[in-house]
């Protein structure tokens, strides 16, 4: 079956099980591929949700699939009636699905990363701060989630799809890179969508203030403008705590990049060693600062230059970061 006819029976008043079942599997097949992409690309490591990608990939688009007291799926119909597709050819609707589902993928990712990362409360608030000083940008509620809404309060939100995370990072290292403040990085979210009006004039609050920390990253600032949660442990716990996640992630990221040949052993190992000294100089009382992520990287490396930096080693030591100080953070707040 053709997957408008199959869309055109789930949006009917009587649902055909075997139709509402074909949506289902193609929806979970989109959503797994776009999850495999991020992982494949080092944007996303599912074992810091619990969840192996198959469960991340239904989990993420399950509440589309709900129905109210007459068996509508409301989500579904809320999305479908809101763009043109009925007189679309089949290639054209297959698009307007995968662009929902995509959306629902972020949307879940952003959930989830919202719930394993409560550091992000600082920014949080920055954003909201911004936006009350700010005509142009306003916050509402859509889902269960606050969003970033560019136009007046009281315009609806588009039903574009929604920016991919990678898009608006570049964006917003492209601010930071003139030396934003962070009411500025908020206040671009307008510019951004002047100049790419294909996605959505909204946000989720939480995946762009995601996107803010990661930028901050990219142009080798370790000191983030995130809180950190109050250190209960003693300094020699947060050391432990911090080879723990350190190890935690070696040992899930040595098969992507030693055992495929991305990178030789003594360099990955290296990679870890200098994480544990940025992790340390930002977690540990009275540790010694280690600078910028190359400065870091050059203590293990003598001679690296900024530019052997940038091609080989940047990418990869910023992620690995990220991820240990994820696993770090769920460790120290069930562990304070």
């Avoid at 409301?74 to 809101?82: D, I």
């Avoid at 309060?153 to 030396?179: F, K, T």
């Avoid at 190890?247 to 544990?276: A, D, N, P, R, W």
């Amino acid at each position: 079956m053709k997957i408008k006819n199959i869309i055109a029976s789930t949006l009917s008043e009587k649902p055909d099980r075997y139709a509402v079942n074909e949506l289902v599997d193609e929806c979970y097949r989109l959503a797994l591929a776009y999850l495999q992409k991020k992982a494949r690309s080092g944007y996303l490591l599912p074992h810091l949700f619990g969840l192996c990608l198959e469960d991340l990939a239904l989990d993420c688009f399950a509440d589309l699939f709900q129905r109210d007291e007459n068996g509508k799926f409301n989500l579904l119909h809320q999305y479908f009636n809101s763009v043109e597709w009925k007189d679309e050819n089949d290639h054209d609707v297959y698009i307007v699905l995968r662009r929902l589902i995509f959306s629902k993928v972020n949307e879940g990712l952003f959930r989830r990363y919202r719930e394993a990362d409560p550091t992000l409360a600082k920014i949080i608030r920055n954003i909201k701060d911004a936006v009350k000083a700010d005509e142009k940008l306003y916050l509402t509620r859509y889902n269960g989630s606050a969003w970033l809404i560019f136009g007046q309060e009281g315009d609806e939100m588009n039903n574009l799809p929604i920016a991919p995370v990678e898009v608006l990072e570049a964006h917003l290292i492209s601010y930071l890179c003139r030396s934003a403040s962070s009411h500025e990085l908020v206040s671009s979210f307008v510019k951004f969508i002047k100049e790419q009006p294909y996605y959505c004039n909204g946000y989720p609050v939480t995946g762009f203030a995601q996107a803010i920390r990661a930028a901050y990253v990219h142009v080798g600032e370790t000191a983030v403008v995130v809180e950190e949660p109050d250190q209960l442990l003693r300094p020699e716990e947060v050391e432990q705590a911090i080879q723990h996640a350190t190890q935690k992630v070696q040992s899930v990221m040595h098969e992507s990049y030693v055992k495929k040949g991305k990178v030789c052993l003594s360099t990955f190992e290296t990679y870890f060693k200098t994480v544990q000294d940025i992790l340390t100089s930002q977690f540990v009382r009275d540790a010694n600062p280690v600078g910028s992520y190359f400065d870091a990287l050059q203590n293990y490396i003598p001679g690296l230059s900024r530019g052997s930096y940038s091609q080989e080693h940047r990418n990869i030591l910023e992620y690995i970061t990220k991820l240990s100080r994820s696993q770090l953070l769920v460790y120290l707040r069930n562990h304070s």
